[in-house]
């Protein structure tokens, strides 16, 4: 008895079984999907973009490549070398020298220096012409260092509307390192400035297979000498306390504090004191901007040619948000920390503000430790999303010298001094 | 006795089931061919013990350049001084904005490029390279 009822028991159990799967099935299928019970989608390669609008992306779209003493980066070219430095190494105060940004002008790059040949010349207009080896270098100057911003002239290039030709950077052509070194002034001094030297020249190792007297066979950059920055620079030896990666100078570079990378000729090897302005194709037709606010203008007007233009020099005031990077989803209700970085070449950061309402209001960030005005300084502001949706962030900075973040963008044939306000969406998740 | 042992260990399983799919929290064990590119892990490097300091040579990465007329002609001059990732990375520009740089080139830099030679890579470079015909 137990059995038939026990078997009509199992039968009909199965059929409820049965009846519930296709039930399930149907609601699977028709009802309304649970987000995770869906097939998750792989990765995707990033489309390489070219444009004509601005790149959308933080860095350039390229792709990663390893290079001599350095850490895979964002491949932009390949002869001369251009590479990318990736958005997360930006967490830190100092950039790491294997992820440190890569740009240079001319094909023919060290890559090997022998330090038993190698001299550093200061000739030119001067009293006593020096060459100097690398112990005497470290041993004969005082032994300086300065935290300062490398950053190309170009960086974020490929944010220009419309898009100008030029190396395509996103915003990671910038790096900030502890530079150790000599006074540039010193070397100066030692070799004696005759009366009548106006500027003075540097150039390092590179070569170009261009005809002579070309910018395409020397790259030489210029100070003039009533520059108040002559007395700030530095010949760096050391980059993070460690010797310059071959890419990024070995086995000196030029530090110029404040100013853009352009003037921190790498490899540096002849000082040259000129009694003529450098007119060389660098300095007169080169890394020029206008002579306008903000270094601003429009194709129209270039074209008019009434544009007059001036060398760059320094750095304008810039603030980013590196984390959260949009990547992660967010759920609501959790304490968020925003992190990320500002600096400016005229001088310490006096604030850092960050809006979560795509600049509506701006709440004051804590600045973190300062390491010197010519430095990167993090910053940091704890905010919790209270509701799902997709949250603009914005940030800007207001430099010591009151310079504020503007929220338009900048356009000169060059594609320099790019400022703008940063933005970054933010994706928040109900959470339950 | 044993019946209803049956019926309600059924039942739990079914309500198992149910709850794993309706109330499912999260979901695993998905995995997809991405091919076989990654990035090398580079030998660690080991020097000499001399007073030279060496990187090494720098590897270089050829882009497939559009193909078409005048695609030589980029081989050919273009690439004496850079390599022709120099063109691959621009955005795309208008052909007035190639002409201007194949002209920079040879007027600002000194590039050697007979002028016949630079009008068939203008005629490339602003038939492969504006914005309405860049294919990536």
């Not at chain 1, 150039?203 to 007297?213: F, N, V």
């Not at chain 2, 999260?26 to 490097?45: D, K, V």
């Not at chain 2, 490029?113 to 630079?118: H, R, S």
Request: proline share 8%.
């Amino acid at each position: 008895m137990g059995d038939s009822k026990l078997g009509f028991t199992r039968r009909r159990l199965l059929k409820t079984l049965g009846a519930a799967s296709v039930t399930l099935a149907a609601a699977q299928i028709f009802g309304e999907p649970n987000a995770a019970g869906q097939e998750p989608s792989g990765l995707q390669p990033a489309p390489e973009f070219t444009g004509p609008g601005a790149n959308p992306y933080w860095t350039s779209p390229g792709q990663f490549a390893t290079y001599p003493q350095k850490a895979p980066l964002i491949l932009l070219t390949d002869r001369p070398v251009q590479l990318e430095t990736p958005r997360h190494y930006f967490l830190s105060t100092f950039t790491p020298n294997d992820a440190f940004f890569v740009r240079w002008h001319l094909q023919t790059i060290p890559n090997a220096v022998d330090l038993k040949e190698w001299r550093l010349h200061v000739e030119g207009n001067v009293e006593r012409p020096l060459t100097l080896s690398f112990p005497e270098l470290v041993a004969r100057f005082k032994s300086v260092s300065v935290a300062a911003v490398n950053q190309c002239s170009g960086n974020s290039r490929s944010r220009l509307q419309p898009r100008v030709a030029g190396g395509q950077w996103g915003n990671g052509a910038m790096g900030n390192a502890a530079w150790t070194g000599v006074k540039l002034r010193e070397i100066l001094d030692a070799a004696g400035v005759k009366s009548g030297s106006v500027q003075v020249q540097f150039e390092g190792l590179d070569r170009g297979l261009g005809p002579k007297g070309f910018g395409s066979n020397r790259f030489l950059k210029s100070l003039d000498l009533t520059n108040p920055v002559i007395d700030e620079c530095l010949v760096a030896y050391a980059m993070n306390g460690e010797p310059l990666p071959m890419l990024n100078g070995f086995p000196v570079r030029l530090i110029v504090p404040g100013y853009f990378a352009t003037y921190y000729v790498k490899s540096l090897s002849w000082i040259r004191v000129l009694d003529t302005p450098d007119d060389n194709f660098w300095m007169k037709a080169a890394y020029r901007i206008p002579d306008a606010p903000r270094g601003n203008t429009t194709p129209e007007d270039m074209k008019s040619g009434k544009v007059a233009t001036v060398p760059i020099a320094r750095m304008p005031v810039r603030s980013f948000l590196i984390s959260p990077d949009g990547s992660t989803k967010i759920p609501a209700g959790f304490p968020l920390r925003l992190r990320g970085i500002a600096f400016s070449g005229y001088g310490g950061m006096k604030k850092v503000e960050v809006s979560t309402d795509n600049g509506a209001n701006w709440s004051e960030a804590r600045l973190g430790p300062d390491e010197g005005e010519y430095s990167f300084r993090t910053w940091s502001l704890d905010w919790t999303p209270k509701s799902a949706g997709r949250h603009p962030l914005a940030v800007r900075a207001t430099d010591a010298k009151g310079n504020v973040q503007p929220d338009e963008g900048v356009w000169n044939p060059g594609g320099y001094l790019w400022n703008k306000i940063e933005r970054q969406e933010i994706v928040v998740g109900d959470a339950s | 006795m044993r019946n209803r042992i049956w019926y309600l260990a059924g039942v739990t399983a079914l309500c198992i089931l149910a709850a794993r799919v309706l109330y499912a929290d999260f979901r695993a064990g998905y995995y997809t061919p991405a091919g076989p590119e990654t990035i090398h892990q580079m030998l660690p490097s080991v020097a000499s013990t001399d007073s030279t300091y060496d990187a090494g040579q720098y590897p270089i990465y050829y882009p497939e350049l559009a193909p078409g007329d005048g695609k030589n002609d980029v081989e050919n001059n273009c690439e004496l001084c850079h390599s022709p990732r120099y063109i691959a990375m621009q955005p795309a520009l208008p052909a007035q904005a190639w002409s201007d740089e194949v002209n920079k080139m040879r007027k600002t830099f000194g590039a050697s490029i007979p002028e016949e030679t630079a009008q068939k890579i203008i005629q490339y470079l602003g038939t492969h390279y504006t914005p309405e015909t860049r294919k990536r």
